[in-house]
């Protein structure tokens, strides 16, 4: 089932597109890039993980940030409150998967209900944020090696400082995976079937 809807945000009620069912055991949430440069749940590489995590058993819920950019600590929000609508009873089965500035906002969360993350070109600061990897839940690290917006000195100092069990998967290629996705979106969902495997 693929089916758009709608949630409560702190400001403004969000948008977000649910690829699975929403009472299932295992959940994403699915955090988009940057807003103002076209960032939204219909990014190419958003809706391939989603649709690979569905086909998986794994529901999928890409979220679209508030009309107005925050600066970073909005969208920060606006994925807090996603969580609270898509797994409300804290039972502790919930991934999150970011890419670029969606891995930011994503690497923002500490939230006892995660049980992995996964950060795709994660980028060490933008506006008012700064990537955090000092929680301990499982992280997936997803990175291009000829990558110029995040650059990859940068993201090798991200990843050594990053705490947990963590993971990581470098490709040949740029910011934006172009012939990379059907390898990426694979690892992705192989990462969270480990992540979920006692559920």
Not at 36 to 61: F, H, K, P, Q, T
Request: net charge negative; hydrophobic share 35%.
């Amino acid at each position: 089932m693929i089916k758009n809807l709608t949630f409560d945000g702190k400001t403004e009620t969000l948008c977000a597109t649910l690829y699975g069912e929403f009472e299932s055991e295992r959940k994403v949430i699915l955090s988009p890039p940057h807003p103002l440069l076209g960032g939204c749940r219909c990014d190419m590489r958003v809706v391939e993980v989603a649709r690979e995590l569905y086909e998986n058993g794994i529901s999928a819920l890409c979220i679209d940030y508030r009309k107005n950019y925050g600066g970073g600590l909005g969208e920060i929000e606006d994925l807090r409150s996603a969580i609270d609508f898509f797994e409300p009873d804290k039972r502790k089965k919930l991934g999150l998967f970011g890419y670029s500035f969606g891995s930011l906002v994503t690497s923002n969360i500490d939230d006892e209900r995660v049980k992995g993350v996964v950060l795709i070109s994660v980028l060490s600061k933008m506006g008012e944020i700064a990537v955090k990897v000092d929680t301990t839940y499982e992280k997936l690290f997803i990175h291009g090696r000829r990558d110029y917006i995040a650059p990859y000195d940068e993201f090798l100092e991200i990843y050594n400082d990053s705490l947990g069990e963590k993971y990581c998967k470098v490709y040949d290629t740029d910011h934006f995976y172009a012939g990379f996705i059907e390898e990426v979106k694979e690892e992705v969902s192989k990462f969270f079937l480990k992540v979920f495997e006692d559920y």
